[in-house]
């Protein structure tokens, strides 16, 4: 992972929350917020909290009487978090960085983190700050992208950048969102990281899109790909959006669009 991958600033957090989540976000946030909710935690923290769609599907399942602390290390992210959040006593909000969370051992029931864990420099270190911060008996639950391969519209747009910039193809996609899919590595690094207990589940979704921009858009322009391409050519934004749009119409028809989407879902125990 390079450091510009996890700066998520600028239009990217409206636009990712815009056209990411309701492509790719919502189907595992819904999945992510009843397995947490079946767990019937008193406090829970989640870390890499994005644009909160995961604490917007979870807040409601909660307890009247639980706490609930939402973070990300993306401050923008964050303040577009709590500002689609309905106003909650239980929730607090706070700036946190997933390998050096601020809080004492043992105060959580659950921590929670969707599509974060690619993100973070030393996975291990952020597991064992998890470890840290959870109670005995605790849970740590969250997901990462299986391969690129997995998801299509992912891949397909890698491909189509790759033919607007044959000599340095942005790669950010299959490197870090897709990047850390093995389940044996995601195993090892939480037994190395003190957890005792780890189930892993891959589970696949459908990607849906009133049309083939909407995915283009949505990758290219909500996330920090978008980056990546402005960093080789700013004026080529708009075409290399166009030409994604147009590899997926060729692939998938040009009205509604659907493709597979695929995840592991971890459940590591204290």
Not at 205 to 223: D, F, H, I, K, W
Request: net charge negative.
């Amino acid at each position: 992972m390079l450091e510009t991958d996890k700066i998520f600033a600028g239009s990217i957090p409206e636009n990712y929350d815009r056209y990411m989540v309701p492509l790719i976000f919502e189907p595992f946030a819904a999945d992510m917020a009843r397995r947490a909710a079946s767990l019937s935690p008193g406090a829970v923290l989640e870390v890499a909290a994005g644009t909160g769609v995961v604490t917007r599907a979870l807040a409601p399942k909660l307890s009247p009487g639980a706490s609930y602390v939402v973070t990300d290390l993306n401050q923008p992210m964050l303040d577009f978090a709590a500002s689609r959040q309905a106003p909650d006593s239980r929730i607090q909000w706070r700036q946190a960085d997933a390998l050096a969370l601020p809080f004492e051992n043992a105060t959580f029931d659950l921590v929670c983190c969707q599509f974060g864990a690619m993100f973070f420099p030393d996975r291990t270190a952020g597991y064992r700050e998890a470890k840290r911060v959870l109670k005995p008996g605790g849970h740590f639950l969250f997901n990462v992208w299986d391969r690129i391969e997995e998801n299509v519209f992912a891949n397909d747009v890698t491909s189509a950048l790759a033919e607007i910039f044959p000599d340095d193809p942005p790669r950010f996609l299959a490197r870090t969102p897709h990047g850390y899919h093995d389940p044996a590595l995601i195993r090892s690094e939480l037994e190395d990281a003190g957890f005792s207990r780890v189930a892993i589940e891959t589970r696949a979704e459908q990607s849906r899109a009133s049309s083939p921009r909407l995915p283009a858009v949505a990758y290219c322009q909500g996330t920090v790909l978008r980056t990546e391409i402005e960093a080789r050519d700013a004026r080529k934004l708009q075409a290399a959006t166009d030409h994604a749009a147009a590899v997926i119409a060729a692939r998938h028809g040009s009205g509604e669009v659907a493709a597979k989407i695929q995840a592991h879902v971890i459940v590591a125990t204290v």
